[in-house]
């Protein structure tokens, strides 16, 4: 039966519906909560569906385990004060005035001390509450952790596409109407509505090709898998590029048009400017050729209404090679290149044969997936979990290189800008608070972007500071629903890191290793027990959701909102900071759910007064789509807008295939190169070839990877928790199916345990583990016999070295490791 026939059918009972936005991962996928009215709430009285017809229709194996982490034997209950040394675990039961009291007397303390800059906030998939700490505070350190999941990927569409079209979800493949599609290390275990979608078109004839060391689970179907040695991919990409350009199937006139390709570079690399040739040009508008010599400009600027707009003859057929040389305004001549003869350049090495020594993908497999994706305009994905190996920034700006060659950006099938629905809530951000207040925030700048001044967000840096000191000391840090060691690589370091803070709070449903490092620990609400609006994430339409499960704590915890928690510290520590967010004491949930949700009354009411000024009626519609479904459309996407019509945010606004923007300053030049090739990881030491070294890599399915679902029942089932080894190697080292083996970091030198699964799912000379699935070093907090299963296997940050790429701040989290047989 479909799942909207069940839904009806259970209706049609007295089940009552509500929409659910699932974040046991961060892609908040559209469900529906079936509720047994008048039963005690249970898994038996509340059932989990996908929200049919919803732009991120959800369900997978974590979302299905929902109910089993409401209810968890092991859930936080009641607020923990650490007893024993931190790392120990231990903690005795407080009431929730003693920890609060305890945690803000601390604060003001440290505050007062060392300033507002030294607290730090950290949270992955909530960082919309962990920033109701510090940055009411005045400090600007609401740190996440893009540095180790999605950094690579962002920071490489910035390269290429700049700033307003880098952010996760803003640029994704046009999963409804590809026809070819090319995974380079992405799995599709998030989001569940992109898996959704594809799975359409891959019925309606699509072809997807996985690029990946391990074989993901989509390849378990019809897609196929090619499997590549750890860290090579942009060697495979260099290749893939050299084909389109030597087989004559790129697409030039969009290269000629609609990238910078034509835009003419000096001998240095810089690219040539109007300034460069006339006296007294414009340094923001670059120079182009036609076949005669002739130049022309290109750059930008604002029309009348004051939007930026193309400033350039489109008349002008500017040629992609064979410029002759150009007179400067001093009088010189100097030699030329286009932008697109440096790509070709750089690219040209890369022969199939070159490609096949560095990857170990055959030459045969390079010239077929060349030529499927040009004539089929296919499309490579932008990434997910993107930050690997160290070199990531360059791979996935060759990503998006590529696609550019193919001439597919914002076309059906592409990949495309998408539609945002424009909607947001009133929060708090840096120097002002949701009802428009305002305060003069630390003068220190958020402590990473010193560091890594392209950073997305590089919460280490953070926990350096607590035992350096610099660039400035951090004493404290409040960790909200996040789990640390399974998310930041180098987990010894982390854990030296963690006992120098002289305030650690951690808020969490479950007890991960984290907790046991904690000075105090409190139990904060899942998902199933919040309320929020939002825009949907990763979709191509712009789409609003309402997430309303309407569930309370079960009964004996005492589970709190994350935001409460950290807003009352605040109050009991400094009431005027409190004050700036308009916020004074609640003593009870529905107090506080009355202030918080007023921010969401407030936007959803002045947006849906925009949209009826806009369109009569409009407003109507939209309430009643929220009351029936939980979601509604707003913006339907419109293709060939970018780069045709408008500017990208890159200096020249179009697709830089050469990225001008390393030349922002001396320090990003010196990082990364305007277009780069294969670089080898500088993560990791090398493994020895045909040795019993080798390079670990880690990812995620969709079956039970989560920092919550790892704790679940039917992850004790499902879960996976050995390590892949190709049966090439398992027989050289004398290892068999299931075989205990010792995983011993080459670089760190920690060692653990797993047993081995031999597959040829995994090429030779690496091995695979799955990340969020065990290893979890919970002392007396997980105790539980039921419960054992989750310290078993390893946890891949264990052998990390946490290597973070210069200026970008993305951290590689594969390794290299050892592996002998236990004997006995």
Not at 461 to 477: D, N, S
């Amino acid at each position: 039966m479909a799942f909207a026939e069940q839904i009806k059918k259970l209706e049609q009972e007295g089940w009552t519906k509500h929409p659910v936005a699932c974040t046991m991962c961060g892609a908040f996928c559209g469900l529906v909560e079936m509720r047994k009215e008048g039963e005690p709430v249970s898994e038996k009285t509340v059932r989990i569906f996908p929200n049919p017809g919803h732009p991120q229709q959800g369900y997978c194996g974590r979302s299905a385990a929902t109910m089993w982490v409401w209810n968890h034997p092991l859930r936080l209950k009641k607020p923990l004060k650490r007893v024993g040394e931190k790392g120990e675990g231990k903690f005795k039961e407080i009431t929730w005035d003693e920890a609060l009291d305890g945690i803000a007397g601390q604060l003001k303390t440290i505050v007062e001390k060392y300033g507002e800059s030294s607290i730090a906030s950290t949270s992955h998939t909530f960082s919309g509450f962990s920033k109701w700490i510090t940055l009411p505070l005045g400090s600007p350190n609401n740190i996440g952790h893009a540095s180790s999941c999605n950094a690579g990927g962002i920071s490489g569409r910035h390269w290429v596409f700049g700033k307003g079209f880098d952010g996760a979800g803003k640029m994704e493949p046009d999963y409804a109407n590809l026809r070819y599609l090319l995974l380079i290390g992405r799995s599709m275990g998030a989001a569940m509505g992109a898996l959704h979608t594809l799975n359409i078109a891959r019925a309606n004839g699509a072809r997807v090709v996985s690029i990946d060391p391990r074989m993901p689970d989509i390849s378990y179907g019809d897609v196929d898998w090619v499997g590549i040695r750890p860290s090579t991919d942009a060697a495979f990409v260099m290749g893939l590029i050299n084909r389109m350009i030597q087989d004559g199937t790129a697409d030039f006139d969009f290269i000629q048009r609609f990238t910078n390709g034509a835009y003419l570079v000096r001998d240095n690399g810089r690219p040539l400017t109007q300034a460069d040739v006339i006296e007294g040009g414009d340094k923001a508008k670059y120079v182009v050729a036609n076949a005669t010599g002739e130049l022309s400009f290109r750059g930008l600027k604002k029309n009348e209404a004051g939007a930026v707009v193309f400033d350039e003859d489109p008349a002008f057929k500017a040629v992609l090679e064979g410029v002759a040389p150009v007179k400067l305004t001093d009088g010189t001549t100097i030699p030329v290149k286009t932008a697109y003869e440096v790509v070709k350049e750089t690219a040209a090495p890369y022969t199939p044969e070159k490609v096949y020594e560095i990857t170990g993908v055959e030459p045969g497999i390079l010239l077929r997936i060349a030529k499927e994706f040009t004539n089929l305009k296919g499309v490579i994905d932008d990434g997910w979990y993107t930050s690997k190996n160290g070199t990531d920034v360059q791979l996935y700006q060759l990503i998006c290189i590529a696609n550019a060659m193919n001439g597919n950006i914002d076309i059906p099938g592409g990949l495309v800008v998408t539609a945002g629905a424009g909607f947001s809530v009133p929060s708090v951000s840096a120097g002002k608070g949701p009802n428009g207040e305002k305060w003069q925030m630390a003068k220190e700048k958020r402590i990473d972007k010193i560091v890594y001044p392209e950073a997305s967000a590089t919460f280490k840096v953070a926990l350096q500071a607590a035992v350096t000191g610099k660039p400035y000391p951090i004493k404290g840090v409040f960790f909200v629903g996040t789990t640390m060691f399974h998310r930041e690589a180098n987990s010894q370091e982390l854990a030296e890191q963690l006992k120098k803070l002289e305030l650690c709070v951690v808020q969490d449903v479950l007890p991960q290793e984290l907790v046991d490092y904690a000075d105090y620990v409190l139990p904060a609400t899942y998902f199933m027990e919040r309320k929020e609006m939002a825009g949907v994430k990763w979709a191509l339409n712009g789409s609003i959701y309402l997430s309303d499960p309407g569930l309370t704590p079960p009964k004996g915890c005492e589970a709190r909102h994350d935001v409460w928690i950290l807003l009352e510290i605040l109050r009991r520590a400094f009431p005027e900071k409190a004050e700036r967010v308009g916020y004074k004491e609640c003593k009870t949930a529905e107090e506080f759910n009355k202030y918080f949700d007023a921010f969401t009354d407030k936007g959803f009411n002045k947006f849906l007064a925009k949209c009826e000024s806009q369109k009569p009626g409009w407003a109507e519609k939209i309430k009643k789509d929220i009351e029936t479904q939980g979601w509604s459309t707003i913006k339907t996407k419109k293709y060939n807008e970018y780069p045709y019509h408008k500017p990208f945010g890159t200096p020249s606004g179009k697709v830089e295939i050469y990225a001008f923007q390393s030349f922002k300053n001396e320090a990003t030049e010196k990082a990364i190169a305007p277009v780069s090739g294969y670089i080898p990881s500088p993560a990791f030491t090398a493994p020895k070839k045909n040795s019993n070294e080798f390079i670990l890599v880690s990812g995620k399915n969709c079956v039970t990877c989560s920092g919550l679902n790892m704790f679940t029942q039917p992850t004790r089932y499902l879960g996976d928790r050995t390590v892949w080894m190709n049966p090439v190697d398992a027989q050289r080292l004398g290892i068999r199916n299931g075989d205990m083996a010792e995983i011993e970091g080459i670089d760190t030198k920690y060692v653990g345990q797993a047993r081995i699964t031999v597959t040829k799912k995994v090429v030779p000379g690496a091995v695979f583990a799955f990340g969020f699935s065990g290893g979890n070093r919970t002392k007396h907090l997980v105790n539980d016999p039921e419960y054992q299963f989750v310290k078993e296997g390893i946890n891949s940050h264990w052998f990390a070295t946490g290597y973070a790429q210069p200026i970008f701040g993305n951290v590689a989290n594969n390794s290299s490791v050892r592996i002998k047989k236990v004997r006995g």
